[in-house]
C-alpha cells in the first residue's frame, strides 16, 4: 500500500489498489488522508499548513482547494477589468468593448498582468529580465524549449516515458523540433505519443496575431477519452513572425507532458505576410494575409508601404521603422499606409547593388519595432528587393527628312545633331530635312543614378519606313555593336559611359524613314564593358605581326592606318568590329590558349 505524506501525488489508480482490473474502479484516499483519490494529503500534517501551493487553501474534508481571488474583498483586478478566478490563480480581462487588440471574430479575451504595482500593457507579462522584474513582451523574452521526444511523432511506449510535474516553468517558452519553430498542436494526439503516457494538447484553436495573451485549456488523452485529463489552463500569445509562446504551468501527474506538433514544421517557413493555416488542425500550409506590404520600384526611388492596420495588429510601431542604415528612417502616412522610400543608389541608406548581363537588382531591408519596445527589443525584418532590366531602346522625337523618327521611352533619349561635334542638336519634334548622301550625326543618352558604375551599349541601331520600331523590314546600321558598313556608319562612343554616339551616311530608299537603336546599360564593376580590352588587343597585335599575310588584312581596318603605332591607337571596338568582319574567330580561339593571352569568343 501506498503512503501518503505531504500531498503524494500519485499517478493512477494502479498506485492506489493492489489489485488493479478495470479502469472503472474509483481510486479513494486510506483513512487518515483526504484528497481526489489520486492527490491525497495527510491530515495530521497538512493541518499544520505546510501542503498547499500559492493560490490553494487548506480544507480538511477536502485537502488543497482552489482560492478564488476574484470573490475577495480585495479585488485584485483594477477597473474596468475583468476579474476571472483559474485554478490556483487569476486572470484580469480586458473589458470586451475596451479589447481594441483582438482580432474580429476571435473569441480570445486579453489578460493582463500587474507589476510591481503597476498595470502591464496588454500583450506583455511581468517577466524577469536582468534580474529586475519588469512588464515586457513574451514574443521577445522566451526560453527555448527543444525537446525532440516531444514530437508527436515520438511513441513513449517504445521509446521511454518522460514527464513534465518535474520541471520547474519558469517565465514563456517557445516550442522548437530541431531548428524549426512549433506549436502545440490543436487535435487529439494519440495516446503514448509525444513520449509520454498522457500527452497534452489544446482543445481551442491558437489566438490570433494582435489577441494579446490568453488563457486557453489543456486536455490529455488517456484511456479512450481525448479529454480525460483537464489540466490547469496555460497562457499562450501569437508573436509576429508566425510562432507562439507559452507559459506553461506545474502539472499534477505522471506520466504527462506538453506537446510539440510535428506538423506544424512548415510554419517556420512561412514569410513575414504569410499566415500559418490548417483546415483541419493535421495538415498546415503557408497562405497570404489580406493585408500586405507594397513595393514600388521607380526609375529613382524605391518605395515600400506598410498597412496601418497590419503595422497595429502586429503590434508594431511605425515611427521606430528605419532601413539598414538606421539613420535613414524617414516616412510618410498616407491613406492607411506608411512609406519608406530611399534613392536608387548603391550604398545610399544600406543599399546593394547585384549585376548580372541581363539585369541590375538593388536589396534593402526595412526594420520595425514593436509598440513600446526597448532598447533589447528585437526589430522585424522586411527585405524587400527591386530588378531592373539592363536593356532598353530609344528613338528619335523628330521627323526628318528624309528621317522622320518616334517617341522616347522613359530611360533613354535619342537626338540628332548638325554636325560631328554633338554640341548642336536639331529642336526636337520639328522636321529636318536632310540632303541625300549627308552624314547623321546621333547621340544616345540614359538617365541612370549610378552614372560612375553603368555605361550605355549600343547593341542594334536601324531604320524602318514607318514609325513603330517594330514594323518591317528593318535596315541595319550597327548590329551586334558593330556598323554593318565601316565606310559608311561610325561609332565613335559606345562603353564608355552613359551616353553614345555614332554616325551614318544618309542612304536609304525611302521619302521618310525611322531611326530606333537597342541599348544596354553595362556594369563596369561587374564586367568589362568593352569587346576587348587595350592590354589584350596589344599582345593580339604582337601575335598577329608574326602572320603571313596581316598587313594585307590590316587595309580593310581604317584607311588612317600606315604601321603598327596607328594600329595601336585605333579604339578597341574597331578591332572587334574588325576581327568580326574577316571572321577571325578561329584566330581567336588559337590566340586563346596561349598563356597569359585570354581573349573570348567575337565570331
Request: hydrophobic share 30%.
Amino acid at each position: 500500500m501506498v503512503k501518503q505524506f505531504k500531498g503524494t501525488v500519485v499517478t493512477s489508480c494502479e498506485a492506489c489498489h493492489d489489485a488493479f482490473q478495470t479502469w472503472s474502479v474509483t481510486c479513494t484516499c486510506q483513512d487518515g488522508f483526504v484528497g481526489d483519490g489520486i492527490t491525497c494529503y495527510d491530515l495530521e500534517f497538512c493541518a499544520k499548513g505546510s501542503c498547499c501551493r500559492q493560490g490553494y487553501r487548506w480544507s480538511s474534508e477536502l485537502g488543497c482547494v482552489d482560492v478564488d481571488e476574484c470573490s475577495l474583498p480585495d479585488q485584485p483586478c483594477s477597473p474596468p477589468q475583468v476579474c476571472e478566478n483559474t485554478p490556483g490563480s487569476f486572470n484580469c480581462l480586458v473589458p470586451p468593448e475596451d479589447d481594441l487588440r483582438s482580432s474580429p471574430g476571435s473569441d480570445s479575451r486579453s489578460v493582463q498582468f500587474q507589476c510591481g504595482g503597476r498595470q502591464c500593457p496588454v500583450g506583455e507579462d511581468c517577466i524577469s529580465v536582468g534580474g529586475s522584474s519588469l512588464c515586457a513582451d513574451p514574443c521577445q523574452h522566451y526560453s527555448v524549449l527543444n525537446d525532440d521526444w516531444r514530437s508527436t511523432t515520438n511513441n513513449g511506449a517504445v521509446n521511454g516515458y518522460h514527464c513534465d510535474t518535474s520541471v520547474n516553468w519558469q517565465g514563456w517558452y517557445r516550442l522548437f523540433l530541431g531548428n524549426n519553430s512549433v506549436q502545440m498542436p490543436e487535435r487529439c494526439v494519440e495516446r503514448y505519443m509525444c513520449g509520454t503516457e498522457i500527452p497534452l494538447w489544446l482543445p481551442l484553436t491558437h489566438p490570433q496575431l494582435g489577441d494579446g495573451v490568453v488563457q486557453r485549456s489543456v486536455c490529455g488523452h488517456y484511456y479512450y477519452d481525448c479529454c480525460y485529463w483537464r489540466q490547469n489552463p496555460i497562457h499562450v500569445k501569437a508573436c509576429y513572425g508566425n510562432y507562439y509562446v507559452y507559459k506553461f504551468v506545474p502539472l499534477t501527474t505522471c506520466n504527462m507532458a506538453y506537446c510539440a506538433d510535428v506538423n506544424t514544421m512548415v510554419c517556420s517557413t512561412c514569410g513575414v505576410f504569410d499566415a500559418c493555416v490548417s483546415d483541419n488542425e493535421t495538415n498546415w500550409r503557408c497562405e497570404r494575409k489580406g493585408e500586405s506590404p507594397e513595393l514600388v520600384c521607380g526609375r529613382s526611388l524605391l518605395k515600400v508601404g506598410l498597412p496601418n492596420v497590419y503595422l497595429e495588429a502586429a503590434g508594431l510601431d511605425a515611427s521606430s521603422a528605419h532601413l539598414a542604415d538606421h539613420r535613414c528612417s524617414a516616412h510618410e502616412d498616407r491613406n492607411g499606409t506608411v512609406w519608406y522610400q530611399v534613392e536608387r543608389r548603391e550604398g545610399r541608406c544600406g543599399n546593394t547593388l547585384e549585376t548580372n548581363t541581363t539585369h541590375a537588382v538593388y536589396s534593402n531591408s526595412l526594420f520595425v519595432y514593436p509598440v513600446d519596445g526597448r532598447n533589447d527589443s528585437r526589430p522585424f525584418s522586411f527585405p524587400f528587393s527591386c530588378v531592373y532590366p539592363l536593356e532598353t531602346e530609344s528613338s528619335l522625337d523628330m521627323a526628318i527628312r528624309p528621317l522622320p523618327l518616334v517617341g522616347a521611352k522613359a530611360k533613354a533619349s535619342m537626338s540628332l545633331y548638325r554636325d560631328s561635334n554633338y554640341t548642336q542638336p536639331y529642336p526636337a519634334g520639328q522636321p529636318v530635312t536632310l540632303i541625300a548622301g549627308s552624314f547623321l550625326h546621333v547621340g544616345v543618352s540614359v538617365e541612370e543614378s549610378e552614372a560612375e558604375r553603368f555605361v550605355v551599349v549600343l547593341e542594334d541601331c536601324y531604320t524602318t519606313e514607318f514609325p513603330s520600331p517594330d514594323s518591317l523590314p528593318w535596315t541595319y546600321m550597327i548590329q551586334d555593336r558593330c556598323p554593318t558598313n565601316r565606310t559608311q556608319v561610325t561609332v565613335e562612343e559606345s562603353g564608355s559611359s552613359l551616353r553614345a554616339r555614332f554616325s551614318a551616311a544618309l542612304q536609304v530608299d525611302y521619302r521618310y524613314f525611322f531611326l530606333h537603336c537597342s541599348l544596354s546599360l553595362c556594369d563596369q564593376g561587374s564586367s568589362s564593358c568593352t569587346p576587348v580590352s587595350p592590354d589584350v588587343l596589344l599582345r593580339l597585335i604582337n601575335y598577329l605581326l608574326g602572320l603571313s599575310g596581316f598587313f594585307d588584312l590590316v587595309v580593310g581596318l581604317s584607311d588612317s592606318v600606315v604601321g603598327l603605332s596607328d594600329l595601336v591607337d585605333l579604339p578597341p571596338l574597331h578591332y572587334y568590329c574588325w576581327l568580326r568582319t574577316f571572321q577571325f574567330s578561329p584566330l581567336l580561339l588559337l590566340v586563346e590558349d596561349l598563356p597569359p593571352l585570354s581573349i573570348v569568343t567575337v565570331g
